[in-house]
């Protein structure tokens, strides 16, 4: 099923809209287990990797367990008693923490009253484990806005693209906090964006992302198509006869406050301190994952479907 076409309405797979429930289910293994189940995060059914058998879920060690009786040589039979853990190969398999724990984890990141405070005193994990598992989180809704992203705008729609620099090189607490140049737009009619960190803002790259992620026939406003108008014409003639996108001059009083809005939104989301250049590209996903599902439980559900998706399980 694609990630898009799950019915928020019909869970019926664990997922809540509080993360005080949650935490409680939590604390119930069953519930652990079938919830990952259910997203499809790890197997419903595994077969021995001795004798291909199908193996019987073992709940007292979590582990799945053949039964099969096998003879070798003269010996009685014994039963195979291969057994493997049920989080094995897939998201959870190296995980050094419990299950239950990094669920509880999950749920506050994709909650807005994450906090670090908040993680020491309910599951009690170091900031190392913290910081290592939100970056872990981040790939996985990298991941989801890889697959979902569709271009936005299209004929009759308007399209705002910008640059903005998030923060300035500085130092906090003697850590480097990176700056980092962010390209994205946004549709006025349907509200639809995008947002990628890049490295250089010369033409090539940032028409590639244009063309990766604005719809041919659009109407495209911006600021920053002035100052390359001023580089010489020769961009915007072949930008506008090879890919059909329709530039409005800023000076036809044409605006950008609605990206402009938006930069304030995605700055508010980006850590003001611990950030690192190559984590922008999981905080943006982050913003967007957020903007598109406005509830809790819409953000677990998908979450879980997205981490299936990148760690599917294997037998
Ligand atoms: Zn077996
Ligand atoms: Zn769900």
Redesign the pocket.
Same mark, same amino acid.
């Given at each position: 099923m694609a990630l898009s076409e799950?019915d928020p309405v019909k /869970?019926q797979?664990?997922?809540v809209n509080s993360i005080f429930e949650l935490r409680e289910n939590l604390k119930d293994i069953d519930f652990v287990v079938k &919830?990952l189940q259910?997203?499809g995060v790890i197997s419903r059914e595994h077969n021995c990797g001795r004798c291909d058998n199908s193996c019987q879920l073992d709940t007292k060690r979590w582990v799945w367990r053949c039964q099969k009786k096998v003879t070798i040589g003269n010996q009685k039979a014994k039963k195979c008693n291969y057994s493997v853990s049920v989080y094995k190969g897939g998201w959870l398999s190296n995980a050094k923490v419990k299950a239950g724990d990094n669920l509880f984890f999950s749920g506050v990141y994709l909650d807005k009253i994450f906090s670090y405070e908040l993680i020491h005193r309910e599951i009690g994990w170091t900031n190392k484990t913290i910081v290592g598992w939100s970056t872990f989180i981040r790939e996985v809704l990298e991941n989801y806005c890889e697959l979902v992203r569709k271009p936005i705008g299209g004929p009759g729609l308007t399209v705002e693209i910008d640059e903005s620099k998030f923060g300035k090189r500085r130092y906090h607490k003697g850590v480097r906090v990176d700056a980092q140049w962010v390209f994205g737009g946004i549709c006025r009619e349907t509200r639809e964006f995008f947002a990628v960190p890049v490295e250089t803002r010369d033409r090539e790259t940032l028409l590639a992302l244009i063309k990766k992620y604005v719809v041919p026939g659009s109407t495209i406003i911006s600021d920053c198509w002035k100052s390359y108008n001023c580089l010489g014409t020769e961009g915007f003639d072949h930008l506008t006869v090879n890919h059909t996108f329709n530039f409005v001059d800023p000076e036809t009083g044409a605006h950008t406050n609605t990206i402009k809005r938006q930069w304030r939104s995605y700055k508010e989301w980006v850590p003001k301190v611990g950030r690192k250049k190559y984590y922008f590209r999981g905080y943006l996903a982050r913003f967007y994952f957020f903007s598109r599902w406005k509830s809790l439980?819409d953000r /677990? #559900? #998908?979450f &879980? &479907?997205a981490v299936a998706a990148l760690y599917p399980p294997t037998n």
């Open positions: 799950i /869970y797979c664990g997922c &919830l259910e997203h439980v /677990y #559900h #998908h &879980l &479907l």
